[in-house]
């Protein structure tokens, strides 16, 4: 019965590639119609954003609270701009010229006019700065005084610089005397400093918002009329409903054009300070260029495949086909993604890699098979029929698996995830469709010749029969000669991989038909050895992955010496860190934060954190601290006044205070109804598995502060939120839903290959060499004591997806040539003749092409490629060597009777 179906399989599908030529007119006009509508939808309508807030749902946690915090406080999304003055010191006068120069065009950058160029000489688009919200600096932050009962807020450094010495002695020693400010605005050692340059990124209401209090039917009553009478005059109602915000999505491209503007104001003063910028708008900016960086590594991986398919098939139509092919499938995905609204991420390249996995291994299947054919003498269309007859059947069930694999992902938590599965599905589906309907038109047109010994062959061909008639020491020699030219003229890292990639080719080429007869041989009289040699491999990569572990850390995913990386580490080790959190709290009531004990608690907190994590907080600032502040400047700037007073009407009347001489500093720290206020947290990068744990204790040591409260305000709310702690839980969310989305792929393609091959046993064997490449790659990052990070964890499906492929392939056939021969012995010579060169060229295309992306500026991308493109060379080893083995020790029938299982080759 099997036996049956796999043959009226076989019949359909040698059918396949003649329908479709029947019908090649319509099916070309309307793939053209399709991918021209397409198109325009990817170039007018695609969005990229890889924002952390992003990934999770509106209604997740991580956003309601965040959002809470930006409706009340404005964004987190803050630039800060840590520059060293060349003259050694942040408070001399030409430091404090440049400075103030610089932040009046920062404030001010409307007057800028056309005078300010970009990097290329041509005239900024000044107006991307329309985001600032505030810019703060030693020019302009303000100090605390007092004349009797009355509160001055004066700069810190006057608007007329004065003229000695020693009164800018007086500045700064005034300045560093001044803790709140220490870290944040400028260094102890008075060598670097910064601007704060805040924004409203993430916090501008969607643009059909309409607030409440502006719709139809709504009007003020007359109580408003008196608000001259004073706040006494003022009531909140606590019990009010708050109207939900939406927020614009602010992507790569809108972070990337701020930055670049930003850049060509201050770029301006480089001649005084040497700037590095820091936060989340400029890392944003740094991914947008990788991205850029990408496209560039995809067209050295197009290449790369252009030159490896022409010298495997020795035809440009072997070449272009399959590329096209590629092309379709990318365009098709990217424009109903653009159509249908959906925003990309840095997922996109992940996705455009398993299409081009998919597509490349579908159409090297084919054109391998097909010129095989044709050199055994059969006529174009019957060598075309014969190919599909025999890959079609592995072909669908290879994209069933892959795109089950991709599938199992769309219930992550994570949007983007849920996108790039649903991506990838579809990629991975229209991949096989152009494969089978599309490549049979095109191979139709213009296929892969066959060599005739009565033509004079070509100029390729005539060097290749001079450089055989060398002699062996002599080729040695030119080889050696030639890696080292290349490593001499392009450098260690790209020269030894052109080299690399020469060598292996060479290799392939001169090498896989020796290499392919002796496999069989091989597998039937050293599988022990096999099997041995692989085992030592699996124990080795299991004992380093229970080494491996998950962490991210901003500034170890970029090269060493990189402009952001050095910008970090200047920030972390010379001011108060890159990277800040925000506890929140709301006590849903009016006034509520006025309450001493709320404010003790407050500070009470803030010094448990400072004192328990040195290493991760830099400093803490909050209204405790502009409270104590107040009062102590209030009492002659005596010391014991540094502290929260026991009564509610004084806090309330030192905070009318200071709101009257400084309200924008008082808008930034707590709510004009004083019920929310919040605390800053700066800390210095780290990964995140440190953060994660930083974050656990941080929550333990509020509910300790703060739990007693619940009794008095039963309503009070205390959340740690920003972009870091939701990054956090974006990690967390990212590495549970990947493992659990990978053991159900592994389930589910477990489930269809038992079913394919109809033998249990068949299909354990079968699952080996699948499970080896992805076990190999993390159990090496184990041993290698690198971390799992949110690319890595993602390269799974696509290791999987070639591994599955592959595998298919040879089984599919191998039992195909069992139930003709019923002989194993010739059943696995047969296989490996005739799959195996497909295995060896789409490993060699893709296992090269993939490794350019270790070139990349962002390492979790250049993991990517180096770790994906190792497991794409242990796969093939798997399948030529390892599958074999194990199909002569365990000698699986497939349900056949009869079957010779004597192996002696």
Not at 23 to 48: D, Y
Not at 655 to 680: C, E, K, M, T, W
Request: proline share 4%; net charge negative.
């Amino acid at each position: 019965m099997m036996e049956k179906w796999f043959d009226s399989l076989n019949e359909y599908f040698a059918g396949v590639p003649l329908r479709a030529i029947r019908f090649k007119w319509a099916i070309l006009l309307t793939t053209l119609a399709l991918t021209l509508f397409l198109l325009f939808g990817a170039l007018t309508r695609t969005s990229i954003n890889t924002a952390a807030n992003s990934f999770l749902d509106r209604s997740d946690p991580a956003i309601v609270a965040l959002d809470k915090f930006r409706r009340q406080f404005g964004s987190d999304d803050s630039v800060f701009l840590v520059y060293r003055a060349k003259d050694g010191d942040v408070f001399s006068r030409p430091s404090l010229e440049t400075l103030q120069a610089l932040t009046d065009d920062l404030e001010n950058w409307r007057e800028l006019g056309d005078q300010v160029k970009d990097a290329n000489g041509q005239t900024a688009a000044l107006d991307d700065l329309r985001h600032i919200r505030r810019v703060q600096s030693l020019s302009n932050i303000r100090v605390q005084s007092a004349d009797g009962d009355t509160l001055h807020s004066n700069r810190l450094v006057p608007r007329q610089l004065p003229d000695s010495p020693a009164e800018f002695a007086a500045i700064k020693a005034q300045a560093l005397a001044q803790k709140d400010y220490r870290l944040a605005f400028y260094s102890p050692d008075g060598q670097y400093a910064a601007v704060l340059i805040q924004t409203d990124f993430g916090a501008v209401p969607v643009k059909d918002y309409v607030p409440k209090v502006n719709g139809d039917g709504v009007a003020l009553d007359d109580s408003f009329g008196d608000v001259a009478g004073g706040a006494d005059t003022l009531k909140f109602d606590d019990s009010a409903e708050v109207q939900t915000i939406q927020y614009e999505k602010v992507d790569n491209f809108v972070y990337a054009r701020f930055v670049k503007a930003l850049k060509a104001v201050y770029q301006r003063y480089d001649n005084d300070f040497e700037f590095y910028s820091v936060g989340y708008p400029p890392l944003m900016e740094f991914v947008q260029q990788v991205l850029q960086q990408s496209a560039g590594l995809n067209l050295g991986m197009i290449l790369i495949n252009v030159l490896l398919l022409w010298v495997l098939f020795r035809s440009f139509s072997a070449v272009l086909w399959p590329l096209l092919i590629v092309l379709f499938s990318i365009v098709w995905v990217t424009g109903a993604v653009a159509w249908a609204g959906k925003s990309l991420s840095t997922m996109i390249s992940l996705t455009v890699m398993l299409v081009f996995v998919c597509c490349m291994a579908d159409c090297i299947h084919v054109i391998s098979i097909y010129q095989a054919r044709r050199q055994q003498g059969d006529h174009h269309r019957q060598a075309l029929s014969d190919a599909y007859a025999t890959a079609g059947l592995p072909m669908l069930i290879t994209s069933i698996t892959n795109m089950t694999g991709t599938f199992s992902l769309i219930s992550s938590e994570l949007y983007p995830i849920r996108v790039f599965a649903a991506m990838s599905t579809l990629g991975v589906g229209l991949a096989y469709l152009f494969s089978v309907l599309l490549l049979p038109i095109l191979l139709d047109f213009w296929h892969p010749g066959v060599a005739d010994a009565s033509v004079k062959p070509g100029w390729t061909r005539r060097i290749a029969n001079r450089w055989l008639a060398l002699s062996v020491p002599v080729r040695t020699a030119c080889g050696i000669g030639y890696v080292g030219l290349v490593m001499l003229a392009l450098g260690l890292s790209v020269g030894g991989y052109i080299a690399l990639i020469s060598v292996l080719t060479y290799g392939v080429v001169r090498g896989q038909k020796r290499l392919l007869t002796a496999v069989p041989r091989l597998a039937s009289r050293q599988f022990r050895l096999s099997l041995l040699l692989f085992g030592i491999l699996v124990a080795a990569c299991w004992y380093g992955e229970s080494q491996l572990r998950i962490d991210s850390n901003v500034t170890e995913l970029t090269r060493e010496g990189s402009s952001i990386r050095v910008a970090y580490q200047t920030a972390d080790s010379k001011m108060a860190g890159t990277q800040n959190m925000e506890i929140m709290l709301d006590t849903k009531t009016a006034d509520g934060i006025l309450d001493p004990k709320i404010l003790t608690r407050i500070d009470k907190l803030q010094q448990k954190i400072a004192e328990k994590y040195p290493d991760q907080v830099s400093r803490t600032y909050s209204l405790a601290n502009l409270v104590k502040d107040t009062y102590r400047v209030l009492n002659e700037d005596r010391p014991e006044f540094y502290r929260i007073p026991d009564s509610q009407p004084m806090v309330a009347q030192l905070l009318y205070l200071f709101n009257s001489v400084n309200p924008a500093d008082r808008r930034g720290i707590v709510s004009d109804d004083y019920s929310q206020s919040h605390i800053s947290v700066n800390v210095y990068s780290a990964g995140s598995s440190q953060y994660q744990a930083f974050f656990d204790e941080v929550n333990r040591e509020i509910e300790q502060v703060f739990g007693d409260m619940k009794a008095e305000l039963p309503n009070l709310e205390v959340t740690l939120t920003g972009t870091v702690p939701l990054a956090m839980r974006t990690q967390a969310i990212i590495a549970h839903s990947q493992y659990d989305g990978f053991l159900l792929a592994l389930g589910v393609i477990s489930v269809i290959i038992f079913l394919t091959l109809g033998s249990v046993q068949a299909g354990l064997l079968s699952l080996i060499p699948n499970v080896i490449p992805a076990l190999f790659t993390y159990g090496l990052m184990g041993l290698l004591d690198i971390p799992l990070d949110t690319d890595t964890l993602l390269l799974a499906p696509v290791i999987i997806g070639l591994a599955v492929d592959d595998t298919i392939h040879f089984m599919t056939h191998y039992r195909q040539a069992l139930i003709k021969t019923r002989q194993m012995a010739e059943a696995l010579r047969e296989t490996i003749e005739e799959v195996g060169p497909s295995i060896l060229f789409t490993g060699m295309v893709l296992g090269l092409g993939f490794s350019i992306q270790g070139f990349s500026d962002y390492l979790g991308t250049a993991k990517m490629g180096i770790f994906g493109g190792l497991a794409i060379f242990v796969g093939i080893l798997c399948e030529l060597f390892l599958l074999p083995a194990l199909l002569v020790a365990f000698k699986p029938k497939f349900g056949l009777k009869q079957v010779d299982t004597t192996v002696n080759l």
